[in-house]
């Protein structure tokens, strides 16, 4: 049996397995793989490939981060849907595919602790904290960075836990919106999370995200904030370990290896 089949079928066993029976919360369910085996596994990826995943039929979710079209990306979900391990498989997964200068990334968050040993993440520029004086000077300076960038082929994934304290912090909002609209398209990828529950409270900021990847999700009226929609449901995605994007005119759901 291959490596790729063995994906498979543990994705299905897990997908099949009846709600009430999933440990919710653990981290991470047992019998999903470790990131590092498959990448491996998958390797060589395209270059300056960001790794989301993996989908139920085992194959690798990923987003070209030389194709400024899907803009700027929200992950969104209720507590504990495993919004910050979204975040974190994205940075291992740069760590561990792409050279420090050809993607590097930096992390705001309310809790830098969630991001230690800091030195394991080696393509990192910083943890900072979201409300800091420190954060704001990097938007900045990464927004004037972005607009004089001409010939600098280094992407940065600038990674933010938690739109609404970065909001809250209110000292570098023109920065922030600035590289929500436009920083895809200089290299600079604006990935942030948001409790879903908060989405109708920062409605101006809605608009700016292209592209959405959904977590466990219990409220209706909070679905159709994020989506626009009220047919969708994802309550049947697994907190913590699986999230969903849209494809064309459906959803698209994907597990998070074990870091």
């Excluded at 991470?28 to 993996?54: D, H, K, R, T, Y």
């Excluded at 809605?206 to 977590?215: A, K, P, S």
Aim: proline share 7%; charged share 20%.
């Amino acid at each position: 049996m291959t490596q790729m089949n063995r994906f498979t079928l543990a994705l299905e066993t897990l997908a099949e397995l009846p709600t009430g029976t999933r440990p919710d919360g653990a981290e991470p369910l047992v019998g999903l793989p470790n990131l590092s085996e498959v990448l491996a596994e998958f390797s060589p990826l395209p270059q300056q490939a960001l790794f989301l995943g993996i989908a139920s039929d085992g194959l690798p979710v990923l987003l070209n981060l030389r194709d400024p079209i899907p803009g700027a990306i929200l992950i969104a979900g209720d507590p504990g849907s495993g919004k910050t391990r979204m975040l974190q498989t994205m940075a291992r997964g740069v760590d561990l595919l792409q050279k420090t200068q050809d993607v590097k990334y930096v992390v705001l968050t309310r809790r830098p602790e969630e991001w230690t040993p800091a030195e394991s993440f080696t393509n990192c520029d910083g943890i900072l904290l979201a409300s800091s004086p420190e954060a704001a000077d990097y938007l900045g300076s990464l927004a004037k960075w972005a607009q004089e960038n001409r010939n600098d082929r280094q992407i940065v994934l600038l990674l933010m836990d938690d739109l609404e304290a970065l909001v809250a912090a209110g000292e570098s909002h023109q920065y922030l919106r600035w590289l929500l609209l436009n920083g895809p398209g200089r290299q600079v990828w604006p990935v942030v999370t948001l409790s879903a529950d908060r989405a109708n409270h920062l409605r101006s900021w809605m608009e700016v995200f292209r592209t959405r990847l959904h977590g466990h999700l219990e409220n209706m009226a909070d679905i159709e904030w994020l989506t626009g929609k009220s047919n969708f449901s994802f309550k049947h995605l697994v907190p913590g370990s699986q999230f969903a994007m849209r494809e064309g005119n459906n959803w698209l759901p994907f597990w998070l290896p074990k870091i």
